[in-house]
C-alpha cells in the first residue's frame, strides 16, 4: 500500500535518511583504491588481483541497477530500503573479519547488490514525491550528496587509515549503516505505487551479457589490447544484450521496459547524463596521470589537486537544481555543457605543458559544467515519463551512465597508452593531447543533444 508524507518534517526526515544512506554507500564505493596497497599486502594478492574489490564491485553492481524496477513494483520501498542498508552492513561486516581475498570479495559483493538496488531506487522515489516543479532543486540535492561522496571518498579514506587499521575504515562504514537502519525504522516509509509482476528469470540470465561487456572494456582498458578470449567474450556478451533487448520489447510486463526509449527529451537525457558522467570520471582518472607523470607531482598533491573541483561541484549540485525548476532545463543543460566543451577545447587547443592552477581551474570549469547536466538531465528524463515508468527509466540513465562511465575511462587509458609509447622524448604530453582531442569532440556532441532538448516549461 502506497503512503503518502503529509507533513513536511516527516518528508524531510525521510529524505535525509534516505540521501545519507546513498551518502554512505557512495563514499564506499569510491574509498577502497586508497587502501589497495595495504590490502595487498594484508591478503597477499597482487594488484590485478586487488582490483576485482572495485571491478567486482562494478560489474555486480550494473547487473542489480536494471532488477530494481521489479522491487519497486514488488516490495514496499521501506523493506527494499532496510535490506539494502542490511546487506550492505553485512557484506561489510564480512570485510572487516576475513581472513582472505574470497572471503573480502564476498563482502565486497554484498555490498555492491545492496547499492546497485539503491542508486536507481533513490532516484525514483525522490522523482515520484516530489512535485514536478521542484523536482530539479530536490535532484540537486541528490546530485550533492553522490558527487561530494564520489569526491570526497578518497580523501575520507586516506585520512581514517592515516590514524586506523584498514579495518577501522569498515567499521566507520557498519556504524553508520546500523544507525541509518535505526533511523529508517522509524522515518522512511512506503511511497511507491505497486503493481506485482512476476520476475523474469530469462531476462536476468540475458542480463549477464552486460557483466561481459563491462569487464570486456575494463580488462583491454587495463591490458590496452583485445585478446581472442575477450574477442568471443565480446560477441557472446552482444548477443545476450542484444536478446535482453529484444525480451524487454516483445514482453507484454518487460523487466525493464525499454518503451520509454521511445520518448525523445528522455533519450537525450540519457545521452546527456552519460556524457556528462563521462567527463566528470574522465577528469578523477586522467587528470592525476597527468599530474604525476606531466608535472611529476607526488600522489599527495595529484589527490588534493582534485579537491577545488570537487568542493565546485557540491556546492553547485542544489543551485542549478533551483536554477533549472526557474529558467527550465534546456538552458541549464546547455549552460552546463557550454562549460564543459570550453574546458576540454582549451586543454586541446593549449597543446603544451599546463602548470598545476591553469589545470585545477580547467578541471574546475569541466566538473562545475557536470553539475549543471547530470543530475538537471536525469530529473528532465523522469518528467518526461508517467509515473508508473520512473523507476524504469532511472534504471536505465543509472545503468547506461555506468556502462558510458566505464568506456570512457577505458579509451581514455587506450589512447594513452597506445599514443604514449615510446614517446619519452616528448615527456608522454602527446598521449594527452589525443585524449583532450578525443573528450573535447564527445563534449560539443553532448552540446548539440542539449540544444535538441524540447523545455516543456517553455512550450507551455
Request: proline letters at 4%.
Amino acid at each position: 500500500m502506497e503512503t503518502t508524507i503529509k507533513d513536511s518534517l516527516s518528508r524531510k526526515l525521510f529524505i535525509i535518511t534516505l540521501l545519507s544512506g546513498t551518502f554512505t554507500m557512495s563514499i564506499s564505493q569510491s574509498s577502497l583504491s586508497t587502501a589497495y596497497p595495504t590490502l595487498m599486502k594484508f591478503f597477499g594478492v597482487t594488484a590485478p588481483t586487488i582490483q576485482w574489490l572495485t571491478t567486482g564491485f562494478m560489474l555486480i553492481m550494473c547487473i542489480m541497477m536494471p532488477i530494481s524496477p521489479w522491487f519497486l513494483n514488488n516490495i514496499s520501498f521501506k523493506k527494499i530500503f532496510l535490506g539494502v542498508v542490511a546487506i550492505f552492513a553485512i557484506g561489510t561486516l564480512i570485510i572487516i573479519t576475513a581472513t582472505n581475498f574470497p572471503m573480502a570479495m564476498l563482502g565486497r559483493a554484498l555490498e555492491a547488490i545492496g547499492v546497485g538496488l539503491l542508486f536507481p531506487s533513490f532516484q525514483s522515489v525522490l522523482l515520484a514525491i516530489t512535485p514536478q516543479d521542484n523536482r530539479g532543486t530536490t535532484m540537486g540535492f541528490a546530485g550533492l550528496v553522490m558527487g561530494s561522496a564520489l569526491a570526497s571518498g578518497p580523501i575520507i579514506s586516506g585520512i581514517v587509515l592515516n590514524f586506523l587499521k584498514w579495518q577501522g575504515l569498515f567499521v566507520i562504514f557498519l556504524i553508520i549503516m546500523i544507525v541509518i537502519f535505526i533511523i529508517g525504522l522509524f522515518y522512511i516509509k512506503d511511497v511507491m505505487p505497486r503493481h506485482k509482476v512476476k520476475l523474469d528469470a530469462i531476462s536476468i540470465f540475458y542480463l549477464l551479457g552486460l557483466i561481459g561487456l563491462l569487464y570486456v572494456v575494463n580488462q583491454s582498458g587495463s591490458t590496452h589490447s583485445l585478446s581472442t578470449n575477450l574477442m568471443i567474450l565480446l560477441v557472446v556478451s552482444l548477443v545476450m544484450t542484444g536478446l535482453f533487448i529484444h525480451r524487454q520489447l516483445t514482453q507484454k510486463e518487460p523487466l525493464l521496459d525499454l518503451k520509454v526509449m521511445s520518448n525523445f527529451n528522455f533519450d537525450l537525457a540519457v545521452l546527456l547524463t552519460g556524457f556528462s558522467y563521462i567527463s566528470l570520471i574522465v577528469v578523477t582518472i586522467i587528470y592525476p596521470l597527468y599530474y604525476q607523470n606531466i608535472l611529476h607531482t607526488s600522489v599527495l598533491v595529484s589527490g588534493l589537486a582534485l579537491v577545488p573541483p570537487a568542493i565546485l561541484l557540491s556546492i553547485l549540485n542544489p543551485l542549478t537544481g533551483k536554477l533549472a525548476d526557474k529558467i527550465g532545463f534546456k538552458s541549464t543543460l546547455i549552460s552546463g555543457m557550454s562549460m564543459i566543451v570550453i574546458g576540454w577545447f582549451l586543454l586541446f587547443i593549449l597543446n603544451q605543458k599546463l602548470g598545476l592552477v591553469p589545470m585545477i581551474l580547467i578541471a574546475m570549469l569541466i566538473e562545475g559544467g557536470n553539475a549543471f547536466v547530470m543530475m538537471p538531465a536525469t530529473t528532465l528524463g523522469g518528467n518526461s515519463l508517467s509515473e508508473e515508468l520512473i523507476p524504469h527509466g532511472t534504471a536505465i540513465i543509472t545503468t547506461v551512465r555506468q556502462l558510458l562511465g566505464s568506456l570512457g575511462v577505458s579509451l581514455a587509458t587506450l589512447i594513452l597508452s597506445n599514443q604514449n609509447h615510446g614517446l619519452a622524448s616528448n615527456t608522454g604530453l602527446v598521449g594527452y593531447h589525443y585524449v583532450f582531442t578525443f573528450f573535447c569532440i564527445m563534449a560539443i556532441l553532448g552540446f548539440i543533444f542539449a540544444i535538441m532538448v524540447k523545455d516543456k516549461k517553455k512550450t507551455n
